[in-house]
Nanobody, 127 residues
Framework: QVQLVESGGGLVQAGGSLRLSCASSGRTFSDDAMGWFRQAPGKEREFVGAITWSGYTTYYADSVKGRFTISRNNAKNTVYLQMNNLKPEDTAVYYC????????????????????WGQGTQVTVSS
């Protein structure tokens, strides 16, 4: 069974940066497309970005495009979310998610398409 563990969250001032990590275990990581989502209090979980299992292609929500970057290191079974120029509206619990058995350039912005989820890590951006 796949386990996903996020880390790297914290409190940062607006304009600052954080890098989140998501370590995977229990399955061949390089076969999984990975997504990042976030959920703010009182709101639904929303798509942040995704990376194909090949690692060649990334996708981002419009709200984070140009500020956030997703990458993966298959040798370390880890996917990263580099967040720059953070804004107070980025405050949320951030989750990574995995989808297995997809074609090479598959991705999805829907929570229902991912079968495994981490426990989340809190990101708080102060103004």
């Amino acid at each position: 069974q796949v386990q996903l563990v996020e880390s790297g969250g914290g409190l940062v001032q607006a304009g600052g940066s954080l890098r989140l990590s998501c370590a995977s275990s229990g399955r061949t990581f390089s076969d999984d497309a990975m997504g990042w989502f976030r959920q703010a209090p009182g709101k639904e979980r929303e798509f942040v970005g995704a990376i194909t299992w090949s690692g060649y292609t990334t996708y981002y929500a419009d709200s984070v495009k140009g500020r956030f970057t997703i990458s993966r290191n298959n040798a370390k079974n880890t996917v990263y979310l580099q967040m720059n120029n953070l804004k107070p509206e980025d405050t949320a619990v951030y989750y990574c998610a995995a989808a297995h058995g997809r074609y090479r350039e598959w991705y999805s912005d829907s929570t229902s398409q991912y079968s495994e989820w981490g426990q989340g890590t809190q990101v708080t951006v102060s103004s």
